[in-house]
């Protein structure tokens, strides 16, 4: 398997989740804002020009939900995910998908807004706007959080989805108290090698 990736992104999931499985892969590796995103060759498999794109045999993905999915599914069944049967698998499916669905489109503004717009084309009122929403997503994972030290049981998918969205969104937050339950998960995930390493690639 090969893999797009550059720092600071979604990359990181797909590394992190390979990393746990102890799957073999190769990085192509690329940094935001390189010109080489916006070139021919990976607009060949992203059309936006952005990471992570899995490439693996004649199979080539690009979001990462659907990539943590594929790996599973083709590489890993029975690993890091609850079975069907299993009473965390409802839990599981939600957190999964409450990364993207819910805690990165805020993340996302709150960058734009604060990062990648210059100063004279920012707008406060969107950046304040993300931020109290942001919170509010987080508040709900130290809820979901409440007696267990993972999403949905043992360590999974989830995690890795939700949590790398966990860590990110919580760094963007300026007041970041009053989250015991949040706090203690993004630490315990923070202490994990396999994600360390993912962060390092």
Known sequence: MRICYAPNTRAVRIVWLLNELGLDYELERYRLGDPAMRGPELAKSHPLGRVPVLHDGE?????????VQ?????HAPGKLAPSVESEDFPRYLQWF???????????NTLVVETILLPEAKRNAANAIRAEK???RMLDAVEQGLEG???????FSAADIMCGHACIVG???LTDRAG???LSAYVERLKARPALAAAWDA
């Open 70 to 74: 594929y790996i599973l599914a083709r």
């Open 179 to 181: 989250r015991p339950n």
């Open 133 to 135: 929403l942001l919170a």
């Open 148 to 154: 267990r030290e993972y999403l949905a049981g043992e």
């Open 59 to 67: 199979v080539s993905l690009y979001e990462s939900g659907a990539i």
């Open 170 to 172: 919580s760094s963007r």
């Open 97 to 107: 998908h409450y990364a993207e669905g819910m805690i990165m489109p805020p993340v």
